[in-house]
């Protein structure tokens, strides 16, 4: 069994330590309780505790040593920028024909970023979403367990939330993560590739999306969807309830469309200076490539000792005890609700 940490042991260690000092502490302050009480309490506070520790020995990474790989080291830093607002979940994803299931944009953009990555095979990747804001949800790693990971967990955002999309959510974040590589790995290019589907909901206007001519060495603006548009399906943000309900457009009643808008994504293109490339499904990654001054792969000819990574064991079970919280917190809100609304009618209208 080998360890490769995504933090520093020195970091680690102290929070494993924090978290069974503070389980005992939890359970040596339930005795005080009734004596009725406290097994129930001592089983959710040992759940807890075992989530944590099973996030820690996630983040430890173990794995079983065996094989090798050959060594590939590839001179580039990639940025892939996706639209998670609730368009990016309209069903208008098809094949050049038209035939075939209607899917989400968003299966699409997961497909292409790892169809990239493989293309890429050796770089550096960075994942930031936007919707009415922008956030990094993986920095620069030549990890791409990770990638695969932040991707497959990329959801629209919660459409309770939503407050209007913008294209150039992401500019600043963008720039800031671009011109942070450029400073500390100058000699690397920087290659964005931008997904989504051009259609701004914000009431503010677009900003500029060019950038300082040095951060952007290559890459690609890539859009989905249709003129004649998706419906969309609502996302609740609870993971236990699949998406049932479409978004309703308040002006009609009916079911909301969302609709490609290329000529957006191509004024995005020019002023990123990187081609434009309509995305449909099945398309292979040739042309999202072929004008991104992707570079070249560079074998090492260096053998490097393989493992199999089992982290995704640990962080399976945290996920399963995580859902296990949502439920239990979700029924006693249910449960909270009748009351509230009980004590509200006793105390009659105010006068």
């Given at each position: 069994?080998?360890?490769?940490?995504?933090?520093?042991?020195?970091l680690?260690?102290?929070?494993?330590?924090?978290?069974?000092?503070?389980?005992?502490?939890i359970?040596?302050?339930?005795?005080?309780?009734?004596?009725?009480?406290?097994?129930?309490?001592?089983?959710?506070?040992?759940?807890?505790?075992?989530?944590?520790?099973?996030?820690?020995?996630?983040?430890?990474?173990p794995?079983?040593?065996g094989g090798?790989?050959?060594?590939?080291?590839?001179?580039?830093?990639?940025?892939?920028v996706?639209d998670?607002?609730?368009?990016?979940?309209?069903?208008?994803?098809?094949?050049?024909?038209?035939?075939?299931?209607?899917?989400?944009?968003?299966?699409?953009?997961?497909?292409?970023?790892?169809?990239?990555?493989?293309?890429?095979?050796?770089?550096?990747?960075?994942?930031?979403?936007?919707?009415?804001?922008?956030?990094?949800?993986?920095?620069?790693?030549?990890?791409?367990?990770?990638?695969?990971?932040?991707?497959?967990?990329?959801?629209?955002?919660?459409t309770?939330?939503?407050?209007?999309?913008?294209?150039?959510?992401?500019?600043?974040?963008?720039?800031?993560?671009?011109?942070a590589?450029?400073?500390?790995?100058?000699?690397?290019?920087?290659?964005?590739?931008?997904?989504?589907?051009?259609?701004?909901?914000?009431?503010?206007?677009?900003r500029?999306?060019?950038?300082?001519?040095?951060?952007v060495?290559?890459?690609?603006?890539?859009?989905?969807?249709?003129?004649d548009?998706g419906?969309?399906?609502?996302?609740?943000?609870?993971?236990?309830?699949?998406?049932?309900?479409?978004?309703?457009?308040?002006?009609?009643?009916?079911?909301?469309?969302?609709?490609l808008?290329?000529?957006?994504?191509?004024?995005?293109?020019q002023q990123?200076?990187?081609p434009?490339?309509h995305?449909?499904?099945?398309?292979?990654?040739?042309?999202?490539?072929?004008?991104?001054?992707?570079?070249?792969?560079?074998?090492?000819?260096?053998?490097?000792?393989?493992?199999?990574?089992?982290?995704?064991?640990?962080?399976?079970?945290?996920?399963?005890?995580?859902?296990?919280?949502t439920?239990?917190?979700?029924r006693?809100?249910?449960?909270?609700?009748?009351?509230?609304?009980?004590?509200?009618?006793?105390?009659?209208?105010?006068?």
């Open positions: 069994m080998t360890f490769n940490p995504v933090l520093s042991w020195w680690l260690g102290p929070l494993a330590a924090a978290a069974v000092l503070g389980l005992c502490w359970l040596f302050r339930t005795r005080a309780q009734p004596e009725a009480a406290q097994p129930e309490e001592n089983r959710a506070w040992l759940f807890r505790a075992a989530l944590v520790l099973l996030l820690l020995l996630a983040a430890s990474r794995g079983l040593p090798a790989v050959q060594a590939a080291a590839t001179n580039l830093n990639v940025f892939f996706v998670t607002s609730s368009s990016i979940a309209a069903e208008d994803h098809v094949s050049a024909d038209g035939g075939g299931p209607r899917a989400p944009r968003l299966d699409g953009v997961r497909a292409d970023i790892l169809a990239v990555a493989r293309e890429l095979g050796g770089a550096r990747y960075s994942l930031i979403t936007f919707d009415s804001g922008a956030a990094v949800r993986m920095p620069l790693t030549a990890d791409t367990s990770a990638l695969e990971t932040a991707v497959a967990v990329l959801t629209p955002q919660v309770s939330y939503s407050q209007g999309s913008g294209v150039t959510a992401a500019r600043t974040v963008l720039a800031e993560r671009l011109a590589a450029r400073d500390t790995q100058p000699e690397r290019p920087r290659l964005v590739f931008y997904f989504g589907d051009g259609e701004q909901t914000s009431a503010a206007a677009p500029d999306m060019r950038l300082d001519g040095s951060l060495s290559g890459g690609a603006v890539l859009g989905y969807g249709t003129r548009g419906r969309m399906r609502e996302n609740s943000g609870d993971v236990t309830r699949p998406a049932q309900t479409y978004i309703q457009d308040p002006a009609t009643g009916t079911d909301a469309l969302s609709r808008d290329e000529d957006r994504l191509r004024g995005i293109a990123l200076a990187v434009y490339v995305r449909l499904a099945g398309d292979g990654p040739a042309p999202m490539l072929r004008n991104a001054a992707p570079g070249t792969l560079e074998r090492t000819g260096e053998s490097l000792n393989g493992r199999t990574e089992l982290y995704w064991l640990p962080a399976f079970a945290a996920f399963l005890l995580a859902l296990r919280e439920l239990l917190v979700s006693e809100l249910r449960d909270l609700k009748p009351a509230r609304q009980q004590a509200t009618a006793g105390r009659g209208p105010r006068t």
